[in-house]
């Protein structure tokens, strides 16, 4: 009898957890109905349970599982949810603890871990892989192993391991037979059996096996420890959480950290070609063909929104997509310490990097601590960059074989090399610049320009240097755009300030210019039909006997900007930037709009204050007084 009611208990709480959603807990049981009362144990229950339109609410704990939803929502009033419980602490890792080490020599322990602990994948036995990796001569694997949250480097060779540590840098390295994985690792001064110290198990963290999960939102969790592959382009790109080639997620206020390549993924489906297009003569362009008959289109990939996330901690990229990250918004995240190990090397590491952005808007993010802030590679178009904080980088922003038309406006680039551009059809309008432009006359790849706000390919065109337009900026510091003083396509700068430090450029000027390609069959006939041309200067002010005396103060999350500005900039009359003033991008011949195709008019500042539309002041902020100052630049007050 107590039986048959409790049964009947269960069903009918069932159907009201239902109605309110789904819950998860520690000390729930997958056996519940995913009340509150009664919570499910794990995530992914709740994923195979959750229908359009349902909340998953995930309560406090660690949670050691990788989560992979079999469907998604089917709109964007009727998405799939997944959050965690407000104002708890939710985990969700792709290792497990590892307890049992014994004491070899020096600083070294061992662990000997049966293989059934992985399933039928061991990142032990992982090799990093894929196309436009460099492994700098040296086996890399995706396993890691992490001391009290901290995560260790790979040894080359077992003979590293067996040496004294090195000062805050121990290492690891493992064996893997067909019975058991053992693994050495270095803990000066500390005894592991003591410590939290763990090992990757799991490939990602919450990633859908299928494409077209659709409409899914990810809100508030900590997510870490994946045992992720090299993602380029051409590829399947995995991540601690990846969309799969999926229409309409938000990931928004999750902290995602320590994947062995890439945070987040926005990026590519996999298929039999994966990693086999690095040598192939035509190359990434096969990719893309086969994409668009596999449903690249607006309505039915990209659309995502990814805002307000931390990302530390990656190898290869915080935030990676090829061709999945169109008419997406990323906004408000804070990027950092993205391959910082250094290990191995490619062609694919910065903290953001898309192929494929075609109308995304990139917005008030804080990037720093990478070897490359922004690269936004192949088909760049109709994409804004606007009011990111970019610092402490090796590079700010590489722009790569883009047709345009790309605008980049109200940036604070701090960087030693501001921007490195092989692109056209480029309005960079109203940023500080502090370091040098890098500027490439022509390169000899041919890539694709697309219809108007489409993936549709309209036609493809190699890429010469120009049609590159500078408006309303501060230079700073080194800020160095001299390269562009002749180029293939028009150049034009109108309305900057060059202040002490800074390097004018001079129209006919051809300093270190690269010619990228030249080896190419056929690039010798591609450059002969174009004409070298002056960049046009004019209603710019050179102030090189004023130092804007700028730098960045640190301190926990904030950052204060300390710049100097002289009132007398604004006696110079400048244009207000709009679509009216840009002619179009002149490979793609389109104009500079917004994604819904209406005039793009800069009338906001970096700190979205309203601009003096008659004459708007030099630089990312509207000036209101001269002088030295002390600027909020994150997190931004509005």
Not at 35 to 58: C, M, N, Y
């Amino acid at each position: 009898m107590k039986t048959i009611l409790h049964l009947t208990l269960l069903a009918y709480a069932a159907a009201l957890g239902h109605a309110a959603g789904l819950h998860v807990a520690i000390n729930g049981d997958d056996k519940n109905p995913g009340t509150k009362s009664f919570p499910l144990r794990t995530i992914q229950r709740a994923a195979e349970l959750a229908q359009p339109g349902d909340t998953v609410t995930v309560h406090a704990g660690i949670y050691r599982e990788r989560v992979n939803p079999p469907r998604g929502g089917t709109s964007d009033e009727k998405r799939v949810v997944f959050q965690a419980a407000p104002g708890e602490d939710v985990v969700i890792t792709g290792s497990e603890p590892a307890t049992g080490w014994t004491k070899d020599t020096n600083d070294t322990w061992r662990l000997v871990v049966p293989n059934f602990l992985f399933g039928d994948f061991n990142p032990y036995n992982d090799l990093i892989r894929g196309d436009w990796f460099e492994d700098k001569g040296r086996p890399h694997h995706t396993g890691a192993v992490y001391l009290n949250g901290a995560w260790l480097k790979e040894a080359a060779e077992k003979e590293e391991i067996m040496r004294p540590a090195a000062q805050n840098d121990p290492l690891w390295f493992a064996e893997v037979n067909d019975v058991t994985t053992e693994i050495w690792a270095q803990f000066p001064g500390v005894d592991p059996n003591g410590e939290a110290v763990e090992i990757n198990v799991r490939k990602t963290v919450f990633y859908p096996e299928k494409p077209f999960i659709n409409y899914i939102t990810v809100r508030g969790f900590k997510m870490r420890n994946a045992a992720t592959n090299w993602a380029p382009p051409s590829a399947e790109q995995k991540a601690v959480i990846g969309t799969h080639w999926s229409k309409g997620w938000v990931i928004e206020d999750n902290i995602v950290s320590h994947s062995k390549c890439t945070g987040i993924s926005l990026g590519k489906y996999g298929d039999e070609h994966d990693n086999m297009t690095s040598d192939t003569a035509e190359g990434y362009v096969a990719t893309i063909r086969r994409a668009l008959d596999f449903g690249w289109n607006k309505e039915t990939i990209g659309g995502h929104i990814v805002r307000n996330n931390t990302v530390s901690n990656c190898e290869q990229a915080g935030i990676v997509g090829s061709m999945g990250c169109a008419f997406s918004v990323i906004e408000g995240n804070v990027i950092h310490d993205i391959h910082v190990h250094r290990l191995f090397d490619g062609h694919e590491q910065a903290a953001i990097k898309f192929h494929g952005a075609i109308d995304t808007r990139i917005a008030n993010n804080r990037i720093f601590n990478t070897n490359l802030g922004l690269w936004l590679d192949w088909m760049t178009q109709g994409t804004r960059v606007e009011g990111n904080l970019f610092h402490d980088n090796t590079q700010d922003v590489f722009l790569e074989v883009n047709h345009g038309p790309l605008l980049v406006a109200n940036n604070i680039m701090l960087s030693p090399s501001s921007m490195r551009m092989n692109s056209s059809g480029v309005v960079i309008a109203h940023n500080i610049i502090s370091g040098t432009i890098d500027a490439t006359a022509f390169d000899s790849r041919i890539t694709p320009y697309h219809k108007a706000h489409s993936t549709e390919i309209a036609g493809m065109h190699d890429n010469p240097g120009g049609d590159v337009r500078f408006f309303n900026n501060l230079f700073v510091k080194r800020g160095d755009p001299s390269q562009y003083g002749r180029m293939l396509l028009p150049v034009l700068f109108q309305g900057n300030v060059f202040t002490n430090g800074t390097v004018m450029p001079m129209p006919g000027k051809t300093t270190n210019l690269k010619f990228e390609g030249m080896n190419r069959k056929g690039a010798k006939e591609q450059l002969k039909k174009y004409t070298q041309q002056d960049a046009v200067v004019q209603n710019s002010l050179e102030a090189m006997d004023f130092d804007a005396a700028v730098s960045l103060i640190q301190s926990g999350r904030k950052a204060i900007l300390e710049i100097s500005i002289d009132k007398k900039w604004l006696t110079k009359k400048r244009e207000s930037v709009t679509s009216a003033i840009l002619p179009t991008a002149v490979i793609p011949d389109l104009p500079y709009v917004n994604p819904d195709g209406s005039p793009v008019t800069i009338d906001t500042d970096y700190f979205g204050n309203q601009r003096n539309i008659k004459n708007p002041s030099p630089g990312p902020f509207e000036i209101t007084k001269g002088g030295k100052q002390s600027l909020q630049v994150w997190p931004l007050k509005r």
